[in-house]
């Protein structure tokens, strides 16, 4: 019994007597009237579950959780998923609980495939395909990954956000990759901005890794980040990356 392991996709709030085996594909602390650690995580059959630490359990947690690792949890609850746009496709939010545990466990291979033709031995990414977004096939509520030639970018813009009674200060850089609009904030925008004036090529390959559609009148507008989930990736290794780069009919890279 020690090496069952249960679906993502089979999760439901009946039992909190749950063990999946999963990868940690994004980490990040979300910081407001209550800090809690954010994580989406990836099951072998590519099916993936937003999962929250609270602030009065992040003590017992957070030396056990690093990005791209792979872990064993062991009992913990399920709500529903809420909100105007979802980090997943799956109904439920996994929570931790004083009583949940944390096992180590080997790196999971996976063969992810969203591309055609296929791509695979990518171990974090299932991206999107651009028709699917700009025929409104992607539904908004859900983000998604994209990767992509970067033939368009602006400059970054100091913009203020009003949120309640508060005023934040802001990064914004408009970028478009080969077919789609995109706008970029705060920290994934400082990141941008960083590598576009270290870089001396004239085309980035880029993949971005949960981003947010827009629509607006029936029609698509621009994927745009969530701050704090949301990331953009250069890394040539990428298997996403080098098949761009592939199919471009120029060097420069």
Partial sequence: ??????????????KTTWKIKVKIIRLWISVGDIESIEMVLLDSNGDMIHATVNEDVIPIFESFFEEDDSKIFINFSLS???GSYRLTKHPLKNWFQATTRVRFCDDLPYKIDGFT???TDCNFLCCARYMDILRGL???KFCVDLGGAMVEVGVIEDIQEIQGNKIFANNQIRIRL????????GSVAEKLYQHRIASNVNVLICVLK??????ANGR?????T??????????????QIKYYKSMIPFRGF
């Fill in 1 to 14: 019994m020690a090496g069952i392991f249960d679906n993502v996709i089979d999760l439901s709030p009946v």
């Fill in 80 to 82: 529903q998923s809420c």
């Fill in 117 to 119: 033709p296929p791509i």
């Fill in 138 to 140: 992607s539904h908004p």
């Fill in 178 to 185: 080969a077919q789609i609009r995109c706008v970029v904030y």
């Fill in 210 to 215: 949960l981003w947010r559609i827009e629509r």
């Fill in 220 to 224: 698509f507008r621009h994927l745009t």
């Fill in 226 to 239: 969530v701050e704090g989930c949301s990331d953009i990736l250069f890394n040539s290794e990428i298997s």
